[in-house]
């Protein structure tokens, strides 16, 4: 979503407004979310372990800049009725096997798990982009035991293409290579 494709402005901020939950464009100060979700040891037990703050605020630093250039769209998400965000989702560029894909992952609070929050955000951020014909093709990678993480891939129509290895923040982890096709 760029500047000119926002459906809505809150405050100067893109808002995306699906049923159940509202999905924002992350800003500046959002970067207290992630660093919230990726130092904490249970969130961050599939990719490899908590993230440094300073490695944290340069990947949220780059992902807005990614998405000033319409590469990126970093979405918070805000469940309705609830003033704080219960997580995020983001496709991204990605590299994978010597070549640039739009990867998309997402992170949900533990005290908003198990609602099926992160399961209607994928699908809202996939429908939006393949309304918008944007990124072509989305690439998952889930660890190959984070069963709630695939079954999100599943659930939203991913093709499970294979297990393979994949490097996240200087770690190698084992992934299931998930696909799917927009448009």
């Known amino acids: 979503m760029t500047a000119r494709e926002c459906p809505a402005r809150t405050n100067g901020t893109c808002v995306y407004h699906p049923d159940g939950m509202k999905l924002e464009m992350m800003t500046e100060e959002d970067v207290e979310l992630r660093i919230r979700e990726e130092t904490d040891p249970g969130m961050m ?4 372990g908590p993230r440094s703050r300073e490695d944290i605020e340069r990947a949220h630093a780059r992902s807005l800049a990614l998405a000033a250039e319409g590469e990126c769209w970093p979405l918070k998400v805000i469940p309705d009725g609830s003033t704080s965000p219960a997580g995020e989702v983001a496709i991204f560029p ?3 096997d010597g070549e640039t894909v739009y990867e998309i992952g997402w992170m949900i609070l533990p005290e908003f798990q198990n609602r099926g929050i992160a399961s209607q955000a994928v699908r809202e951020v996939l429908e ?20 709630p993480s695939n079954k999100i891939c ?14 996240f923040a200087g770690r190698r982890l084992r992934c299931n290579h998930w696909r799917i096709y927009l448009f």
Request: charge should be neutral; charged fraction near 30%.
């Open 45 to 48: 037990a599939e990719l490899g």
């Open 94 to 96: 990605s590299s994978h």
């Open 128 to 147: 939006k982009a393949r309304a918008e014909r944007k990124f072509g093709q989305v690439h998952a990678f889930p660890a190959v035991t984070n069963g």
């Open 154 to 167: 599943e659930k939203n129509g991913f093709t499970n293409l294979r297990e393979c290895e994949v490097e």
